[in-house]
């Protein structure tokens, strides 16, 4: 089965930090780039961070010298570390591969579940 999974989520206090990883299943990761966007109830989808085939990544000014992502070809994962995190960081955060970034919020060929974080006090 073809397939994206998000997990590490949760809850966590202004300032913390979080790891969500996406594991792929059922394809092969190595050829695609992997982008996290992020969906808050009553706003529009948010690109947070998007990293190619061969590493090279950016972020939304927003998330920039706080979240980092990076990739597990090996391990078929991909990760999104957030530190210093915001009650504005607060939504669903999901995974999506396609080949190349640009365009990665809302066109893709595989997409996770989605996992939620909450930054509250």
């Known amino acids: 089965q073809l397939q994206l999974v998000e997990s590490g989520g949760g809850l966590v206090q202004p300032g913390g930090s979080l790891r969500l990883s996406c594991a792929a299943s059922g394809f092969t990761l190595k050829a695609y780039s992997i982008g996290w966007f992020r969906q808050a109830p009553g706003k529009e989808r948010e690109g947070v961070s998007c990293i190619d085939n061969v590493g090279a990544s950016a972020y939304a000014d927003s998330v920039k010298g706080r979240f980092t992502i990076s990739r597990d070809n090996a391990k078929m994962t991909a990760y999104l570390q957030m530190n210093s995190l915001k009650p504005e960081d607060t939504a669903v955060y999901y995974c999506?591969?396609?080949?190349?970034?640009?365009?990665?919020?809302?066109?893709?060929?595989?997409r996770g579940q989605g996992t939620q974080v909450t930054v509250s006090s």
């Open positions: 999506a591969a396609r080949v190349g970034c640009p365009g990665y919020v809302y066109s893709y060929k595989y």
